[in-house]
């Protein structure tokens, strides 16, 4: 046995089965497209699932079908005057311009959540491309500002995603967590959160326990990913899953963790089943 591989057996987190779990197990759809929605939705439930991130609201009759919510809703996207695809992680809040058409289709898209009983959807920053991070924030509050008292009536949380800007996503601007808060502080609304993706976060800033029992309060959902290479969250990477779960629920957080790491494994089933077990503290 290779001790550099294996780590010690008073390392590995005891199994603990989901139905008795102090988190609330979700899985993001986009790594499992290749398995039909409907297998996914059942396979899931098996494990321990409540809920599949990232689906569209025509998706839900197939998520209630098998017992399961979405406890946050994907992206709408749309196109600009200019014929810019605006919505998307690169193309987002952060620029004005964008602001009509983004309020156009989330209206649409956060009405149609609400009529399938969602209550969180998705949003982004936008990349930087040479606009200072003031001005991003500037922007992104005054384009946000305008969807929430529609969010408000619908009693949705608007969540803006905290990507790296190092490996996956070049310039996207909500890339620092201090960022993040600062936009919570400047809209100041129940209805605007932020998806700490731990990820994400442990590739930009690190210390993602210290900055979790710090600024919890603005985080109303958490994504999964090993680090280095967002794959499996097992023994193999940096990051150590029931510390941050049992650092999550310390903080009362009642909503849910979804896995978003990226499996390497041709049973893909079988990868999401330990990472499971893993954060099933």
């Given amino acids: 046995m290779n001790p550099a591989q294996t780590p010690p057996a008073s390392l590995e987190p005891a199994t603990i089965s989901p139905g008795t779990s102090r988190i609330r197990h979700s899985a993001c759809r986009w790594p499992y497209e290749d398995i039909p929605l409907d297998l996914f939705c059942a396979e899931g439930k098996t494990l321990g699932l409540e809920s599949i991130d990232l689906v569209m609201p025509e998706d839900f009759p197939t998520l209630e079908k098998h017992g399961l919510t979405c406890a946050m809703v994907s992206f709408p996207t749309g196109k600009t005057p200019a014929g810019e695809t605006v919505g998307r992680i690169e193309r987002a809040f952060n620029r004005v311009e964008h602001h009509d058409t983004l309020h156009a289709i989330y209206e649409q898209h956060l009405k149609a959540s609400a009529a399938v009983g969602a209550r969180q959807v998705i949003c982004f920053s936008g990349n930087r491309e040479g606009m200072d991070d003031e001005q991003g924030l500037e922007n992104c509050a005054i384009g946000i500002k305008r969807l929430l008292p529609l969010a408000e009536k619908l009693g949705i949380i608007l969540c803006m ?110 990868s999401l089943r330990r990472a499971v077990e893993i954060c099933s503290v």
């Fill in 161 to 270: 995603e905290l990507l790296n800007s190092k490996v996956e996503h070049p310039e996207y601007m909500c890339d620092h967590t201090a960022w993040g808060v600062e936009l919570c502080d400047r809209i100041s609304s129940e209805h605007f959160r932020l998806l700490y993706d731990i990820y994400h976060m442990q590739v930009m800033e690190g210390d993602v326990i210290a900055t979790i029992r710090t600024h919890h309060q603005w985080f109303s959902h958490y994504h999964t990913g090993g680090a280095p290479g967002r794959n499996e969250i097992e023994e193999t990477q940096e990051l150590y899953y029931p510390a941050i779960m049992n650092a999550i629920i310390e903080t009362g957080y009642k909503g849910f963790v979804a896995q978003e790491f990226i499996p390497t494994r041709k049973d893909k089933i079988a």
